[in-house]
């Protein structure tokens, strides 16, 4: 795996944490991280990640998660945000993690139902029965 800004290779950048420490990637790690993604020198960008520079010169790349990575990532996050893991959750609290799963495009990803429905600890039929009662309730 590629080695992350936090702890490049020291050939890769003529001066690697003054990257680390650029204003640029200060502002964008925060997002960086609510997606799971990894920053990586730009040296170390491959066609699929994005570079981004700052007065013309390229300050980081940004590698961006597989959509399955993102949504363990997503999960890990919301159970981070309860404080507790989530199949521990009430009925209530973990329909709306389902509403929050669905509108970030959590279903939309291969197996995500059932990735869910694990983290949940309930079952596929219950994540659709949590799926379905949202959309009746707003008349779809």
């Keep these: ?10 050939a890769a950048a003529d001066n690697t944490s003054a990257t680390a420490d650029h204003p640029l990637v ?3 790690k925060p997002l960086v991280d609510a997606m799971g ?5 730009p ?4 066609p699929d990640d994005v570079v981004l520079a700052w007065e013309g010169r390229d300050v980081i790349a940004v590698r961006l998660p597989q959509l399955s990575d993102s949504l363990d990532h997503i999960l890990a996050a919301m159970e ?5 893991p989530l199949a521990d959750l009430d009925r209530k ?3 709306g993690v389902v509403r929050t799963l669905e509108a ?3 279903f939309s990803v291969r197996h995500g139902v059932e990735t869910v429905a694990g983290a949940l600890g309930v079952s ?3 994540v659709y029965n949590y799926l379905n009662r949202e959309h009746s309730a707003k008349g779809e």
Excluded at 80 to 84: E, I, K, N, P, S
């Design 124 to 126: 596929r039929f219950t």
């Design 93 to 95: 609290a973990k329909q």
């Design 37 to 41: 993604a990894e920053l990586l020198v």
């Design 26 to 28: 200060s502002a964008v």
């Design 1 to 10: 795996m590629t080695d992350s800004v936090d702890h490049p290779p020291t």
């Design 43 to 46: 040296e170390q960008a491959q």
């Design 80 to 84: 981070r945000r309860h404080g507790m």
């Design 104 to 106: 970030r495009g959590a």
